[in-house]
């Protein structure tokens, strides 16, 4: 059973930037897509950046292009995503997510329904 646990959320200036990061554990050797989604009040839950953990592929929304970036610490199972000239807009509860994928994926999935894990989430608030 894979089990994230997410860190470093909290309360940030708009403009400012934020480092979320994401421990994973409970796999072994397998390919396994790592990211995060976020869901804002009365909002769907969206995908904000996903990496796959073999290729180092690494999606984006496009609403953060430019501005967040993800990456993978393999020797301590932890992926961060560091949150540049945040918006207050993207004031949000943050989930860490993941799918074990078979060695074909090159990338990963960018669907909600695609994903099996999920973490607790934890809260990032952007002020004006």
């Known amino acids: 059973q894979v089990q994230l646990v997410e860190s470093g959320g909290g309360s940030v200036e708009a403009g400012k930037s934020l480092t979320l990061s994401c421990a994973a554990s409970g796999y072994t050797t397998s390919p396994i897509c790592l990211g995060w989604f976020r869901q804002a009040p009365g909002r769907e839950r969206e995908g904000v950046a996903i990496?796959?953990?073999?290729?180092?592929?690494?999606n984006y929304g496009d609403a953060v292009k430019g501005r967040f970036a993800i990456s993978r610490d393999n020797a301590e199972n932890t992926e961060y995503m560091q949150m540049h000239l945040l918006k207050t807009e993207e004031t949000a509860m943050y989930f860490c997510t993941g799918k074990l994928v078979d060695d074909h994926w090159y990338g990963c999935p960018t669907a909600v329904t695609d994903f099996d894990y999920w973490g607790q989430g934890i809260k990032v608030t952007v002020s004006s």
């Open positions: 990496i796959n953990t073999r290729t180092r592929v690494m």
